[in-house]
């Protein structure tokens, strides 16, 4: 399976600001995916990010909030922006390397915005 | 994908077998069915999946009822490091590339 890096693994944030996360992945994906864990509940999907083209938003998630980058096939960054207390909550990156098959995600960035 | 059922919680002792059941009673001819698990301060990780026979890993065992509208995660003796949020998920077996679908999934805790 993929070895994916996330950074930050946290961070705490002023309102207003935007804070932009940080998936590298050991080897070269078409398909990245976005989620959201606010807490104590599932995981959330916001947007999938392929290379080389604009991300696909899910119902609720904006560009203009969730920008997305997607430079190559082994990276890509999610920027929270404008930033309030309601994004705090833990952000995770994924990849599928097989086709639907064992899904590798990332540790995850928990975000606090005071 | 065809949605799955799951008690919110399950409580099990450390050593002992855990049965962790899934109803799915929509599931497709075609959908595969998932176990991911998310340990505390963790992105999930795969489990195990299956399609119509049981499936055994060396994480655990996956046991599909005959008509598969329902299904078992089994883990033969739960140890404190199983303790984690586990999500029973349906893909379609022409999904692809797709990302995963979580429910709320069952918290499992082990008691010592």
């Known amino acids: 399976s993929a070895v994916i890096s996330q950074k930050p693994s946290r961070d705490i944030c002023q309102r207003g600001t935007s804070l932009t996360i940080q998936c590298q992945v050991d080897?070269?994906?078409?398909?990245m995916f976005w989620y959201r864990q606010q807490p104590g509940q599932s995981l959330t999907l916001i947007a999938t990010?392929?290379?080389?083209?604009?991300?696909?938003?899910e119902s609720g998630f904006v560009i203009d909030k969730f920008p997305i980058s997607r430079p190559n096939l082994t990276f890509s960054t999610l920027t929270v922006s404008n930033m309030s207390p309601e994004d705090s909550s833990i952000y995770l990156c994924?990849?599928?390397?097989?086709?639907?098959?064992?899904?590798?995600f990332g540790s995850g960035t928990r975000l606090t915005v005071v | 994908d065809a949605k799955t059922t799951q008690p919110n919680s399950m409580e099990s002792n450390e050593e002992e077998p855990v049965h962790l059941p899934c109803n799915h009673s929509?599931?497709?001819?075609?959908?595969?069915i998932h176990w991911y698990r998310q340990l505390p301060s963790q992105g999930p990780e795969y489990v195990i999946h299956?399609?119509?026979s049981n499936v055994n890993n060396r994480m655990a065992s996956l046991a599909i009822a005959e008509d598969r509208k329902s299904s078992t995660l089994i883990l033969h003796r739960a140890t404190l490091r199983d303790a984690a949020v586990y999500y029973c998920?349906?893909?379609?077996?022409?999904?692809?590339?797709?990302?995963?679908?979580f429910g709320k999934g069952t918290r499992l805790s082990v008691i010592a």
């Open positions: 994924s990849v599928s390397l097989w086709r639907g098959l064992g899904y590798t």
């Open positions: 080897s070269q994906v078409t398909m």
């Open positions: 990010a392929n290379q080389g083209s604009e991300a696909t938003y």
């Open positions: 929509t599931i497709s001819g075609t959908d595969y």
């Open positions: 299956g399609l119509t």
């Open positions: 998920i349906l893909r379609d077996a022409i999904s692809g590339n797709t990302p995963l679908v």
